[in-house]
């Protein structure tokens, strides 16, 4: 089973960038639909995006289609999140959650497998 680490958070400007990682173990990573969650203060968790376990199929939010990326390399066992011309909306803790072999789902309950957590603040 996978274990999963995110890392990459931080505080930045309106319109900046920032690219999370999450490094995950074991060898079945291959398997796993990979996505990025996030939670605002006082809001829901939601998926912000998702990549299936072949990279073929990706999934984004409406927010932030056209802004972030979302991308996977197996031989490192690491999913990435590129963030581009971030908004302060976005400020939250991003959360990466996998689930084996199963289709990229928005709701949190459907994955098994998630990290700890990584903080993105944007200023204004």
């Known amino acids: 089973q996978v274990q999963l680490v995110e890392s990459g958070g931080g505080l930045v400007q309106a319109g900046g960038s920032l690219r999370l990682s999450c490094a995950a173990s074991?060898?079945?990573?291959?398997?796993?639909?990979m996505t990025w969650f996030r939670q605002g203060p006082g809001k829901e968790r939601e998926l912000v995006a998702g990549?299936?376990?072949?990279?073929?199929?990706?999934r984004y939010a409406d927010s932030v289609k056209g802004r972030f990326t979302i991308s996977r390399d197996d031989a490192k066992n690491t999913v990435y999140l590129r963030m581009d011309s971030l908004k302060p909306e976005d400020t939250a803790v991003y959360y990466c959650?996998?689930?084996?072999?199963?289709?990229?789902?928005?709701?949190?309950?459907?994955?098994?497998?998630w990290g700890q957590g990584t903080q993105v603040t944007v200023s204004s």
């Open positions: 959650a996998a689930r084996q072999y199963l289709a990229i789902a928005t709701g949190p309950s459907l994955y098994d497998r």
């Open positions: 074991g060898s079945t990573f291959s398997r796993y639909t």
């Open positions: 990549i299936s376990a072949n990279g073929v199929t990706t």
